[in-house]
Structure formats: C-alpha cells, structure tokens
C-alpha cells in the first residue's frame, strides 16, 4: 500500500463517493492518532496535537496553514495555549475522502519535524 503520506490531494468534485467504511479502517492504520468524529450526519477526521506554549502552536497552525494552501485543501483548525485541534473532511461531499486521510497523514509529518513538540 502506498504511504498516505506521499499521496497528493487531488480535486474532489460535488457528487464523488465518500470513503467506505472497509477503506477508512485500512487508511486508519496509518494515521491511528487520529479519530473519526461525527458532526451532523457528516465524518471528519480530528486530532488535538499538544504544545509547550501558543507560540510553538501557532507555528504549527501556520505550517498546516502554508500544506492546505499548497494541497488546495483546508482543515478546520484551533489553535489555544498548548494544543491545536485539526480537523479534515471534505465540504464538496459533506464526508470524508482518501484526500483528508493523506492531509492527516501530512499534518502528523508536519508535527514530527516540529521542535519541542510534547
């Protein structure tokens, strides 16, 4: 199988299949921080990744920030003393798609390059 990590987000229109629940259980392997949360009917992908201050997590913010203009795709992100919560679903179809699951797996890569994480 081919490392999220590695994969490129690709346009999602309104209308494409969401990911299956066969397929989300594989691709949580690779990201297994990370949780399903439902929010009205639609899936999104979350973790809260935890700091030493604001500003280590407000770098961290804007590194996810600098990777979602880069992928054309955008997290809900919130950012608070100590802890960014991240958030991946895909508006176009209300759910989620393989393109959150590689973000997921870029904002994990992000975080681990990231100095003084705790």
């Known amino acids: 199988m081919t490392k999220l ?3 490129v ?3 999602c229109r309104k209308g494409e299949p969401r990911v299956t629940q066969e ?4 691709l949580m392997q690779q ?6 949360e439902d929010r009205d009917g639609v899936l999104q992908l979350e973790r809260v990744y935890k700091f030493a201050n604001f500003i280590e997590a407000l770098n961290f913010t804007n590194r996810v920030g600098a990777l979602a203009e880069t992928e ?6 919130l950012t608070e003393w100590g802890k960014v919560t991240v958030t991946w679903w895909t508006h176009k179809i209300n759910g989620l798609h393989k393109n959150d699951f590689i973000m ?4 994990d890569r992000i975080y681990s390059s990231q100095p003084d994480n705790t």
């Open 5 to 7: 990590v590695d994969g």
């Open 9 to 11: 987000c690709n346009a």
């Open 23 to 26: 397929e989300r259980q594989v």
């Open 31 to 36: 990201i297994p921080d990370w949780s399903i």
């Open 72 to 77: 054309a795709h955008h997290p809900g992100l």
């Open 104 to 107: 997921a797996a870029k904002t």
